[in-house]
């Protein structure tokens, strides 16, 4: 389980680091940085991928991605007694990202390129340093994958460094090409993990969402981020996965109602048969609300869970009358995944806390940074280019 988040450089998240449980419920006025910490998540599950430099690409760059503000502030500065502005740099231009539990930490930094003319992807983002290492905190000898510019160590069995790679590419990182069954295999642990987690920010409730019309069904124990393949999935939990509790999720929230999946030579749609109708309504016929909650239910009620499930704002469309309901699937799921939600919904911070021991991070900002208003800011190091 990840016990520790740290950022450093990425949009308003200068420095951030935070403590991390089971269940983590990251609020905030607008504007405080909430979705900059889910993007930074984002990334991290990109590098896992391969993704890392596209992904920044499409926001723009990194240089539209770096904290705009100055290395660090005086206390002048903070105090207000003189202004803000640009200090003589003691490090160079990055970003950074990483995370540790009790028993693996990674870190990645990304930095500016070398201006190349001969290239038309000078403006691309180059990853300069990788760590991979044991335990929360990186140490002198915790260690046991680094790389550096082209070149990558790995710890063998022994304890000895050994070159695992001499010239990889500014873009590719070692969690995708150096992970190996037999000389790397705490790479390959942990990226296969890190590809695991699931991120759901923008399950689809509009007329045109696929979700509300026939599709081939097959199994399907993870909801795609989208939402497109409901009916499959729901019916997969009741086969397949814990479908009494998926039936309780749904009664708590509509009373006397339950659903099905009809099945039309393969393929699948979504019913629900409420209290007092003479027939069930189709997907199509949902409101917006009762859809997305839906969504979640099949989400949250996986039976394949992740080892991390990220929410952002899952309160959309949805009623008041709802978020307590929603506060016990989430609760729910979260015996079985870590569980990191992003809300502004007062109701549902509220009742998360009625049903479950949680633990809040309330982001605020300070003179355009992001910081973690009540958090203790835990032992981190960076590993140095």
């Not at 509790?245 to 009373?255: K, L």
């Amino acid at each position: 389980m990840m016990t520790r988040l740290a950022i450093s450089g990425y949009r308003s998240l200068r420095d951030i680091r935070l403590s991390i449980g089971a269940l983590n419920v990251v609020t905030g006025a607008n504007g405080s940085g909430k979705s900059s910490l889910y993007r930074g998540l984002r990334l991290l599950a990109d590098v896992a991928q391969g993704r890392i430099i596209h992904s920044l690409a499409s926001e723009g760059g990194l240089q539209s991605t770096l904290w705009a503000g100055p290395e660090a502030f005086s206390r002048a500065m903070k105090a207000g007694a003189q202004p803000v502005q640009g200090l003589v740099r003691k490090n160079p231009v990055g970003l950074k990202l990483g995370f540790s539990g009790t028993d693996y930490g990674y870190a990645i930094d990304l930095g500016l390129p070398l201006p190349d003319s001969r290239s038309k992807f000078s403006s691309d983002p180059e990853i300069k340093v990788e760590s991979l290492w044991t335990g929360e905190r990186l140490g002198r000898a915790n260690a046991f994958a680094v790389r550096n510019g082209p070149s990558v160590r790995i710890r063998n069995d022994s304890g000895e460094w050994r070159q695992a790679y001499q010239h990889l590419a500014s873009f590719d990182s070692m969690m995708t090409h150096c992970g190996d069954p037999r000389d790397g295999l705490e790479l390959l642990t942990l990226r296969e993990r890190m590809r695991d987690w699931r991120f759901y920010d923008h399950l689809r409730t509009d007329r045109e969402a696929p979700s509300r019309r026939p599709q081939i069904g097959t199994y399907t124990p993870v909801l795609a981020s989208d939402g497109s393949d409901l009916a499959a999935a729901v019916q997969t939990i009741r086969e397949i996965g814990d479908a009494e509790t998926m039936d309780t999720a749904i009664a708590d929230a509509f009373p006397g109602a339950h659903i099905e999946v009809n099945d039309t030579n393969g393929y699948f749609e979504l019913e629900m048969y409420q209290h007092g109708l003479l027939r069930p309504l189709s997907a199509a016929e949902l409101s917006d609300g009762t859809l997305r909650y839906l969504l979640l239910v099949a989400a949250l009620l996986s039976p394949r869970p992740p080892a991390l499930m990220i929410l952002n704002e899952p309160e959309t469309s949805l009623h008041p009358d709802l978020l307590p309901p929603l506060a016990r699937l989430i609760a729910q799921a979260s015996k079985h995944s870590q569980m990191i939600l992003v809300s502004h919904a007062q109701a549902l911070v509220s009742a998360l806390d009625a049903e479950t021991e949680s633990r809040q991070i309330v982001l605020e900002k300070q003179l355009g940074e992001t910081i973690d208003r009540d958090g203790t800011t835990p032992d981190w190091t960076w590993p140095s280019r």
